[in-house]
């Protein structure tokens, strides 16, 4: 794993020409992208299971019944105890407050960008929005509770959406930057015509730090501007109106371009410059080397 990672950091530093940021400890952005949708629509679904699972306790403490539906009026539905009504309100509301939970916590698993630093062999990793670990701002946070976040990686720069962590620690458990490039078709040109070679890819990244229960996610391809009319043309635009945008920050237009790669090994590597809602690798093969793919049973 340590030979893929220096394999990988080498490579960073060799084919983009950032080595001098490396000796003078910058850390080197490899990655930026947006969130699979924008943070509020989220909120607004995790908000809704919350009135939700409050309405349903609400009604099961005051007006729960049993038997539900009956059409017997020898045996009509009637108010069932205190406690067992206190049980599935309680039951109903803790529902509503889990899904809701799991809702708004997807922001602070998306990953918006990530930064290497080669001489620490740290990578800093920020998200659309700070998790549970940094929800309390840093001056009144107390000091027990800060110093256990610290240690996580969390406070260590000026934004409360910052995690700093040992590169050694953080591994994919799904999706691949380099395989994401290639879409679900690659044509290769032979003597006999173009075939059309099946690529199973998937558009997103899912990598953990250490043994964490929880992961980050971040997006691997997609993101580009449709300009398809009718009907499916109107999905794809409105699908694209939910997505969030990529941190563009400090980078300028003519730099946020990604080398595609040609259809025919016989071509050259075209280049394009990246709409405002697609993900951008510094190079792509070197991110599938920093996070190394491991098998987790």
């Known amino acids: 794993m340590q030979e893929a990672m220096g394999a990988g950091m080498r490579s960073v530093l060799l084919r983009r ?3 001098q940021n490396a000796v003078r400890n ?4 490899i990655y930026r992208g947006p969130q699979p949708m924008k943070s509020w629509i989220y909120y607004t679904i995790g908000a809704s299971f919350l009135v939700v699972g409050a309405e349903l306790a609400y009604d099961f403490y005051y007006h729960l019944t049993w038997p539900i539906f009956s059409q017997d009026p020898r045996n009509p539905p009637q ?4 406690g067992k009504r206190g049980i599935a309100a309680g039951l109903a509301g803790s529902a509503g407050i889990l899904t809701a939970l799991l809702f708004f916590s997807v922001p602070a698993r998306a990953v918006t960008k990530l930064s290497l630093d080669v001489a620490k062999r740290q990578l800093t990793i920020r998200t659309a929005s ?3 670990s940094a929800l309390i701002p840093r001056a ?5 509770l800060r110093k256990t976040a610290e240690l996580r990686g969390f406070y260590q720069t000026r934004r409360n959406n910052e995690r700093v962590v040992p590169l050694s620690l953080v591994y994919r458990l799904r999706g691949s930057a380099t395989a994401a490039s290639l879409g679900k078709n690659k044509v290769v040109r032979t003597d006999r015509g173009d075939v059309h070679v099946g690529i199973p890819h998937r558009r997103d990244i899912i990598f953990k730090v250490g043994d964490e229960k929880l992961w980050y996610v971040l997006e691997s391809a997609g993101g580009a501007k449709p300009h398809s009319r009718g009907y499916k ?3 794809r635009k409105f699908s694209h109106s939910l997505r969030g945008k990529t941190n563009w920050e400090g980078m300028p237009l003519e730099k946020r371009s990604e ?4 259809s025919s090994h016989h071509s050259k590597a075209e280049s394009r410059i990246l709409g405002e809602k697609e993900p951008w690798f510094l190079d792509r093969r070197a ?3 920093i996070l190394p793919f491991v098998v987790r049973r």
Not at 26 to 29: A, E, G, L, N, R
Not at 79 to 82: A, F, H, K, M, P
């Open 287 to 289: 991110f599938d080397d």
């Open 140 to 144: 009144i946070y107390p000091s027990p």
């Open 130 to 132: 700070r998790g549970l």
């Open 259 to 262: 080398q595609l790669s040609s």
């Open 26 to 29: 910058t850390p080197i952005v």
């Open 233 to 235: 043309g109107f999905w």
């Open 79 to 82: 108010l069932v105890g205190e």
């Open 17 to 19: 020409g950032v080595k």
